[in-house]
């Protein structure tokens, strides 16, 4: 009798233990298949605006009020002149939008200045190659500075934040490696002698130059789409857990 009486604590401390487990990865699961339901609608909200016609271009007084959450990937036309200043390049191992675009390579970033004076800031495409090459950029850039407005068609981004790895930018070389179009504009000047520059940046669509370089094009979702995965193996190790609490128990009994 004292022996059964000995083994009751343990008893109860492994079956609450059990439970815990089992609530926490139970939890975990059911965590994962919210995530999957949200990614789904993202994937298909992004999906809708990719797929959008053109708008008109956000005037500057909606400028304050444009948020990722609700204009991130609004596809607008609108006529510029690209402006004859510096141009910046981002590096980049490859896109999650652009199917068509792999690395090392850079992304080719240039202002433009609109009708009233405003600076609005163009991803114009990507250029690829593996040493960062000023040289080619600049000539790529300087193929677009003529001049002459120009008809854009694209998509409203906004600027990245740089972690905590990410190396800082060479403003020497005019070398960025985060898509922060503002913090190229103060290092680059652009902007000072306009309006304003806009929150945003525009990754281009169209028109793409003769020469191919710097490479523009359509964007599409590719995001990563592993939770139903993930909710399956945290419901296996409840269940396991589960039947290692049963085999013991039941080894226990017989004891």
Do not use: C
Not at 137 to 163: H, K, N
């Amino acid at each position: 009798m004292s022996g059964v009486s000995s083994r009751r604590p343990a008893v109860t401390g492994f079956a609450i233990f059990t439970l815990l487990m089992v609530m926490a990865f139970t939890g975990l699961g059911i965590w994962q298949l919210q995530r999957r339901v949200a990614k789904h609608t993202l994937i298909a909200m992004l999906n809708e605006r990719l797929a959008a016609a053109p708008e008109a271009l956000p005037s500057p007084s909606q400028w304050t009020s444009l948020t990722p959450a609700k204009d991130e990937f609004r596809r607008v036309s609108f006529t510029a002149t690209y402006a004859p200043v510096p141009d910046a390049m981002v590096y980049s191992a490859g896109s999650a939008v652009r199917i068509d675009v792999s690395g090392p390579g850079t992304w080719a970033f240039l202002p433009a200045q609109l009708a009233d004076g405003n600076t609005v800031v163009i991803n114009t495409g990507f250029v690829q190659n593996t040493m960062q090459d000023r040289g080619q950029q600049d000539r790529a850039a300087g193929r677009l500075i003529t001049g002459d407005p120009v008809e854009l068609t694209g998509y409203l981004r906004f600027p990245e934040s740089a972690g905590t790895l990410t190396p800082p930018e060479n403003t020497t070389k005019r070398l960025w490696f985060t898509r922060d179009h503002l913090a190229m504009a103060r290092a680059l000047g652009w902007g000072e002698a306009r309006k304003a520059v806009a929150p945003f940046y525009i990754d281009l669509e169209t028109p793409a130059p003769g020469s191919g370089i710097p490479k523009p094009g359509p964007l599409s979702v590719h995001l990563k789409d592993d939770h139903l995965q993930y909710a399956i193996t945290w419901f296996t190790l409840a269940f396991a857990v589960v039947i290692a609490f049963g085999v013991w128990w039941r080894a226990q009994r017989r004891a």
